[in-house]
């Protein structure tokens, strides 16, 4: 089984910034890529940036020039950094792990998700 776990949500004024970190651990063989998503109360999750194990990133096009998503691949943890950020960048921000186990083909998993709150 693999454990995914995020950190760094809370409460910022509009126009500041928040770090989110996730770390993915247990029987984990190799991670392919990760992610992060969001989603605000009464709407559906919406896929914010993606980093592969070859290091490619990519982004919804609403958070390119301020969101930046990267990795340590050593400690098997993600991280987006969060700047200008906006009220409607409120929402349960989660990480997606797609990797293979000694238990099983790849596969996704999720973690319970940080809430982000950002104030006018």
């Known amino acids: 089984q693999v454990q995914v776990v995020e950190s760094g949500g809370g409460l910022v004024q509009a126009g500041g910034s928040l770090r989110l970190s996730c770390v993915a651990s247990g029987s984990i063989y190799r991670i392919e890529s990760m992610a992060w998503y969001r989603q605000a109360p009464g709407k559906q999750r919406e896929w914010v940036a993606l980093?592969?194990?070859?290091?490619?990133?990519n982004y919804a096009d609403s958070m390119k020039g301020r969101f930046t998503i990267s990795r340590d691949n050593a400690k098997n943890m993600v991280y987006l950094q969060m700047n200008s950020l906006k009220p409607e960048d409120t929402a349960v921000y989660s990480c997606?792990?797609?990797?293979?186990?000694?238990?099983?083909?790849?596969?996704?998993?999720w973690g319970q998700g940080t809430q982000v709150t950002v104030s006018s």
């Open positions: 997606n792990v797609r990797a293979t186990s000694f238990l099983s083909a790849m596969r996704d998993y």
């Open positions: 980093i592969t194990s070859a290091g490619t990133t």
